[in-house]
């Protein structure tokens, strides 16, 4: 995104809200799946949804403004994009955005956040924010992983890796992007006890069963095992303080064997912290949804590795401009 230099760019910005807030309403009011395979008026769909009939009529002329729904004679029907993304029983359907719509409610805090300095969401851990939403958060990392995890397993050197450990890996889309380059690889998903099961599912779908474990515990408390060729620890370092992940990184160098790469994939900022835009705009994400968290600089990232005992750190952009930071242990 270009920088803000008139009044005319800047009321674009701040008012981008309201379409954002639209689509969210509709996804969460589940009008897409009501419509899927069929049309009906605003009326007929304010009665399926127990809404107000004015007020869903006037959401729903936006929603087909934004072509996402076709409106003829009186009577609305999903648009293309819209039945493939947006129906929950669409194998592309992009479930993540209930995540989005959960986000919404911490970021109207921002104002008080930035005044207490943390989040003021009393629920800001992780297995205390109910099953639906460990799902949603869950699939939505998924639906970003499955690609992210195909560009890292070309960038990096697999040939020799013969056990691997995504740490907080989710749904284990990274995992299977090495499995596809590499199908010789035996792999071991950590994370928590309430995500675990959901991973399996991912697992089970993807029938790699028998080359994927899992492990559930806490990835700051309890021990990771040995003998591990590559350790990644995508996305998670966003959610820890400084000390935390100094802890953490150590515990990632300490379980590979001699020669093998720790990978770090999160927001790389630079020395002043202002780029990259979306890391800057992350680190205010933590801030309203975590009490520590944050986006951490390049030098910082390479001195809990050199701090770990790893060399060679190097950081690797791949095509789509995702970045990683990568370090050998000696």
């Not at 954002?20 to 049309?39: N, P, V």
Request: aromatic letters at 8%; a negative charge.
């Amino acid at each position: 995104m270009k920088k803000i230099e008139t009044p005319a760019e800047l009321l674009e910005v701040v008012n981008g809200y309201r379409l954002s807030r639209i689509i969210l309403s509709a996804f969460e009011l589940k009008i897409f799946d009501h419509l899927s395979g069929k049309s009906c008026s605003s009326a007929d769909m304010a009665s399926l949804i127990n809404a107000d009939a004015r007020a869903t009529d006037r959401l729903m002329n936006v929603i087909a403004s934004l072509g996402l729904l076709v409106k003829s004679h009186g009577l609305f029907t999903n648009s293309d994009f819209a039945e493939k993304f947006l129906v929950s029983s669409s194998p592309a359907f992009l479930g993540g955005l209930a995540h989005t719509a959960d986000l919404w409610r911490k970021w109207s805090t921002l104002t008080q956040v930035i005044r207490k300095g943390s989040s003021i969401d009393m629920e800001d851990n992780f297995n205390d924010r109910g099953a639906d939403w460990i799902e949603s958060f869950i699939a939505a990392m998924h639906a970003r992983g499955v690609a992210q995890g195909r560009e890292l397993a070309s960038l990096l050197d697999l040939s020799k890796t013969k056990r691997s450990l995504d740490v907080g890996g989710g749904s284990g889309a990274f995992t299977f992007g090495f499995l596809e380059k590499n199908p010789g690889i035996k792999a071991m998903i950590f994370d928590l006890p309430n995500v675990i099961p959901i991973t399996q599912k991912y697992i089970d779908k993807a029938q790699l069963g028998g080359n994927v474990e899992t492990a559930a515990g806490d990835y700051l408390k309890d021990d990771f095992g040995s003998e591990f060729d590559l350790v990644l620890m995508s996305a998670i370092i966003h959610i820890n303080s400084p000390e935390e992940n100094r802890q953490l990184v150590h515990k990632g160098a300490d379980a590979l064997t001699a020669g093998g790469q720790l990978v770090i994939m999160d927001h790389l900022m630079n020395e002043d912290r202002t780029e990259p835009l979306i890391g800057a705009v992350f680190a205010i994400n933590m801030l309203v949804g975590t009490r520590q968290g944050d986006t951490y600089t390049r030098d910082e990232i390479a001195g809990w590795m050199k701090a770990a005992g790893l060399v060679g750190i190097n950081i690797v952009e791949a095509p789509s401009g995702t970045q990683y930071i990568i370090g050998i242990k000696h």
